[in-house]
């Protein structure tokens, strides 16, 4: 009896619990909401991003002159005016968001809706919640993306960390598009490798081994695949998981670039984790510490040692590129892959305090560098790099190109 019983099929093991379900289900991760945003008048979310910005609303700095006084208040208008050099200015005046068109209470609105995303928010979806132009909400969350790049995506981190890197973009897409992946069963004689086989001998006489099958492997890859490199800090409170998360896009997995990458977000003193990759083996000469796991053979050794909380990163951005956003481009790649390090970063944190922690980021930046003007053609140029910026084309119609009207 008790040998049929142990040959009856077991259910698939769950993943272990880490207590997020837990949190996200609790009265601390909602502390804010739609109604909250619904009930704010023009005036109190003026004064809610004021708060933010300058921690007044009375008594602020001017963005034209720098002047910090309680200037003079504009109550029709909305804005202030600078007792030092007399000119007028708005709570978004500097910011990301200066010289914008919509009503600041549905800019609020539409950020609370991108922010509460858990591996983010379509500009689509956030166009038809809230009836606006498909540009002015792309260009809108471009922005955020923007300020998270140059605002949240800096600093040196010490401590222990992990790395890795994951193919993005180009790998294995177009042998996969529109051909059925497996679900049946295999048909015939499985083939033999070529470079196993013999040579014909029609062909030249074979001299030496034969190539590997990974020979000149980079020199086939796709031109447009990326690799996102992460590096993750590990917390100190246990069971937390990681507590800041570093970003970066290269050409290759190469050691300049992880030796690159970490250098710039990383002091010396730091303790390292990664993969088997010999490109990493150069971070025992650079930092205090490295361990490296072998994924072939193991997912941790018996001393704990593990990337899982990088491996934990990749699985996000996988969902966010190929479940939300659908085949980003290569130029804005490093902007969806620092979003999605936010969301990893915040994701213990309520909805209130998350909308707060984005806009503050996002609007402490200064005026927008690549998205101003993006109505008039203004686009940027470059893609930025671990190893530097690089050109790059849009993927839009070319100037003058008609759009194609259906039959």
């Known amino acids: ?9 077991k259910h698939f093991p769950l993943r272990r619990r880490t207590g997020t379900a837990a949190f996200h289900l609790s009265k601390e991760a909602v502390d804010f909401g739609s109604e909250d945003l619904e009930r704010l008048t023009d005036l ?25 006084d309680e200037h003079y208040w504009r109550r029709k208008e909305l804005r202030w005016k600078c007792r030092g050099c007399g000119k007028t200015f708005s709570v978004t005046s500097g910011t990301v968001f200066a010289d914008r068109k919509l009503p600041l209470k549905k800019i609020l609105k539409i950020v609370f809706a991108w922010a509460n995303g858990a591996s983010g928010k379509p500009a689509l979806q956030l166009r038809r919640d809230w009836n606006v132009s498909y540009t002015t909400v792309f260009t809108l969350v471009q922005k955020l993306r923007e300020g998270l790049v140059r ?23 177009r042998e996969k598009r529109n051909k059925p992946q497996g679900g049946g069963k295999p048909t015939g004689k499985p083939k033999i490798p070529a470079h196993l086989l013999k040579p014909k001998e029609e062909a030249e006489p074979f001299v030496g081994p ?6 000149g492997k980079t020199a086939r890859q796709p031109a447009d695949r990326r690799i996102l490199l992460v590096m993750r800090q590990r917390g100190v409170a246990p069971r937390l998981g990681a507590m800041a998360t570093r970003v970066g896009v290269a050409l290759r997995e190469s050691t300049a670039t992880v030796t690159t990458m970490a250098t710039r977000f990383a ?141």
């Open 44 to 68: 109190g979310a003026v004064r809610f991003v004021a708060k933010l910005l300058w921690g007044s609303y009375t008594e602020m700095p001017c963005p034209h002159c720098g002047t910090i």
């Open 1 to 9: 009896m008790s040998a049929v019983l142990a040959e009856k099929p």
């Open 151 to 173: 605002g949240f995506n800096t600093g040196v981190l010490c401590g222990e960390h992990e790395m890795d890197g994951m193919d993005i973009n180009g790998r294995r897409y």
């Open 267 to 407: 002091s010396a003193e730091s303790r390292f984790n990664t993969d088997e990759d010999p490109a990493y083996a150069a971070f025992a000469k650079l930092f205090a510490d490295h361990k490296a796991v072998s994924h072939s053979e193991t997912y941790s050794l018996p001393d704990g040692t593990n990337n899982n909380q990088a491996e934990s990163f990749n699985w996000r951005m996988r969902r966010s590129a190929e479940g939300v956003y659908l085949s980003a481009s290569n130029k804005y790649l490093a902007d969806y892959a620092v979003e999605n390090a936010w969301r990893e970063d915040t994701r213990r944190l309520s909805t209130g305090k998350k909308l707060r922690y984005l806009l503050r980021v996002a609007l402490g930046v200064g005026l927008s560098l690549w998205w101003r003007g993006y109505r008039q053609g203004k686009h940027r140029t470059f893609e930025m790099l671990v190893d530097g910026e690089q050109p790059a084309k849009g993927r839009g119609r070319a100037k003058g190109a008609k759009p194609k009207v259906p039959c």
């Open 210 to 215: 034969p190539d590997p099958p990974k020979h």
